[in-house]
């Protein structure tokens, strides 16, 4: 077991790539700490799984190495690397028996059949599929077959990490959660480093202690999840994550302040960087109606069970709100108040302010 | 259940005709000729079970019986192997798949008296291209009219030449349907390549494979017109096979009776086996 680093890795399907456009892995540079519970998150496309095909190596990178504590694996195949590795569909061997399945990543590592048989019954017991040990693979609904391939997934006990690429897709929703709080009581006990790619946000914060997430081959903030919901570093961030995302409202930097609309929006401290494109970030949390602030029109209010989603426009800018107070009227006219320490300055997408300390 | 809806039998009717006319009738007449004896002039004499019997019984029914499950089972040890072998080894995607589809599907195409033509010319000891050249270059002498061995290699080697294509064809449709997160998969959990050919690539070749074995069991165990166009069932009896020597008795000798009983038999085992392979290879999937 051990801390995974990536340095540099690009990765390009083309054979020549040319300019970064080409390119599904712009530039990963990051180290996984062993025993972390991470969730990869991104949108469908941003190299999620071209990643864990780099970490697992079934892709070579076009670029970069890939160290496993200090051993460069970067030219190792998979079956040297000590890994595991779950995927979207269920792989099961139709032929074998549930219990046969399970103990086919040991037997080919040519682990005696005691061992074997004491970790199929451990795994078998953490997943619950033990009475199923006897039966053909072939004959399990889909969810208990994803079961037995992650099963296969966590039976060793010596892999540096488990990686598991949208685990989930195919459970039905009710099994869902019980699956992911099963994952998460398991990593508790395996105690290895844990991968868990998935593009619905819910899963993600559940599951992880640490949230990575991808963008267009780039990633683009690492956090736990509280931080990614508190301080996006990108309004892609802001925006992906949280229900309704953060609000995204373009402004002007004047004399060391924001001004929407030509009106001032005081800031959370100091600007620290400017770009071309400068936005106001405010998470719809931190939005309320008041007597005075930004002038808008509502249109759309909506009571969706917890709390009230309150659309608003201002200018041709969407502004969204959640409240517990009244609902306002479609088309009134409402101020809006930010709360100050929760209202951020995106330079060029990524966080121009800080902190007052 | 309700009175089931009795006009879906209209629907069933003209398939039913069909049948009728081209399988019952047919077969009937067949089983009428096996149980009498006939001398021409339309007279039938009543004979029961008698040409079973001596069909049975008989040693040259036994010789070609014997030369019958020779033929099919050495093509069936060669096609099926090689075949699967064929398949694993052609590309999974690029500019190659049509080219080695279409290569592969070309003999299957071509007509079977052609084929034994083809052969028989291709094989002569001195025009042939490959009988001359085993005959004049390699001075090995194979001459098929003379050695029954030779007959036999030939009429073995035209047909893995003629039907191989389509057990390849088959498993190759069925190696294209496995998803590749299985060989990823199979990557990870350390598995041999020996192991992914038991473990994935035979279990989803199965179905497939099955009516391979079939498909070729029932027509190698049927075959006339390429050996008969090759080598006519000899030198001496040594090619006849069962359907070689059918038409024997029913055309050359006008045996209608022994024939028709002889045919019944044929059928009946061609049958028979047909019904155990297809029972064994499926067994598995019921339970
Ligand atoms: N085998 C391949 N050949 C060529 N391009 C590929 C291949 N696999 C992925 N890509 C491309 O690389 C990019 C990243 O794909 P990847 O599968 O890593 O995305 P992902 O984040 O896993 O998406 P999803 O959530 O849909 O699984 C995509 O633009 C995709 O089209
Ligand atoms: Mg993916």
């Known amino acids: ?153 966590l039976v ?99 004399d060391g302040g924001a001004f929407f609309r030509g009106q001032n929006v005081a800031l959370e401290g100091p600007v620290t960087r400017s770009g071309e494109r400068t936005e106001i970030g405010v998470r719809p949390e931190y939005v309320t109606l008041a007597p005075t602030g930004i002038e808008g029109v509502v249109r759309k209010a909506a009571d969706i069970g917890r709390h009230n989603v309150i659309e608003v426009v201002a200018g041709d800018t969407r502004i969204s709100v959640v409240s517990d107070g009244n609902l306002p009227e479609q088309g009134e006219t409402v101020h809006l108040q930010f709360r100050q320490d929760q209202t951020r300055l995106y330079a060029d997408g990524w966080l121009a302010s800080k902190a007052r300390s | 259940m309700k009175s089931a809806n009795q006009r879906a039998w209209l629907f069933v009717l003209p398939v039913l005709v069909l049948v009728a006319f081209n399988a019952l009738i047919p077969i009937m007449t067949v089983v009428n000729y096996s149980v009498q004896e006939t001398f021409g002039d339309n007279l039938f004499f009543w004979q029961g079970l008698d040409w079973f019997q001596q069909i049975l019984r008989s040693d040259r029914f036994h010789a070609a019986l014997g030369r019958q499950f020779l033929f099919t089972g050495l093509i069936l040890a060669i096609e099926i192997p090689l075949g699967i072998v064929i398949a694993l080894s052609m590309p999974k995607r ?46 090995v002498p194979y001459d098929m009219t003379q050695s029954p061995v030779a007959a036999w290699i030939t009429i073995v080697v035209m047909d893995v030449w003629h039907w191989t294509s389509l057990v390849v064809l088959l498993c190759y449709a069925g190696l294209m349907s496995i998803p590749d997160a299985y060989y990823q998969a199979a990557k990870i959990d350390g598995a041999s390549n020996w192991a992914v050919f038991r473990y994935i690539q035979l279990p989803k070749m199965k179905t497939v494979l099955t009516i391979a074995i079939l498909l070729r069991f029932m027509d190698s165990f049927n075959i006339y017109t390429e050996p008969f166009t090759l080598t006519g069932g000899g030198p001496g009896n040594s090619t006849t096979l069962l359907s070689i020597d059918l038409v024997k008795i029913a055309l050359g000798q006008f045996d209608l009776g022994p024939a028709a009983a002889m045919s019944l038999i044929y059928f009946a085992i061609t049958l028979l086996v047909s019904w155990v392979f297809y029972t064994l290879m499926t067994k598995d999937d019921t339970n």
């Open chain 1, 1 to 153: 077991m051990a801390r995974i680093t990536l340095q540099n890795v690009r990765h390009s399907y083309l054979p020549n790539p040319d300019g970064d456009d080409d390119y599904a892995l712009k530039e990963i540079d990051h180290s996984w700490e062993d025993g972390g519970a991470y969730a990869l998150l991104g949108p469908s496309g941003c190299g999620k799984s071209t990643l864990l095909n780099i970490i697992s190596g079934l892709r070579a990178p076009s670029e970069g190495r890939i160290l496993f504590g200090d051993e460069d694996v970067t030219d190792l195949p998979p079956d040297k690397r000590n890994i595991a590795q779950v995927f979207q569909f269920p792989v099961i061997y139709d032929t074998m028996t549930v219990y046969d399945n399970l103990a086919f990543p040991l037997r080919n590592r040519g682990r005696n059949e005691k061992i074997v048989k004491e970790r199929v019954t451990a795994i078998a017991e953490m997943l619950e599929v033990t009475p199923m040990l006897k039966t053909r693979a072939a004959n399990l609904s889909p969810d208990n077959k994803q079961k037995i391939s992650m099963g296969r997934g």
């Open chain 1, 156 to 254: 060793r006990n010596d892999v540096n990490v488990v990686m598991f690429d949208e685990p989930l897709t195919v459970i039905d929703p009710h099994l869902k959660w019980k699956l992911r709080l099963k994952l998460k009581e398991l990593h508790h006990r395996v105690n290895a480093t844990m991968i868990y790619v998935t593009h619905d946000q819910t899963e993600a914060l559940t599951f992880a202690d640490q949230v990575v997430v991808m963008d267009l081959g780039v990633i683009v903030q690492i956090g736990t999840p509280v931080e990614l919901f508190e301080r996006p570093a990108h309004t892609f961030v802001g925006h992906f994550i949280g229900s309704p995302g953060m609000n995204i409202l373009p402004c002007e930097i004047r």
């Open chain 2, 94 to 139: 690029g500019f190659w798949v049509p080219v080695c589809l279409v290569t592969m599907a070309l003999p299957m195409l071509i007509p079977w008296n052609v084929v034994g033509s083809m052969w028989n010319i291709f094989t002569l000891p001195d025009i042939g291209l490959l009988g001359y050249f085993l005959n004049h270059t390699l001075g």
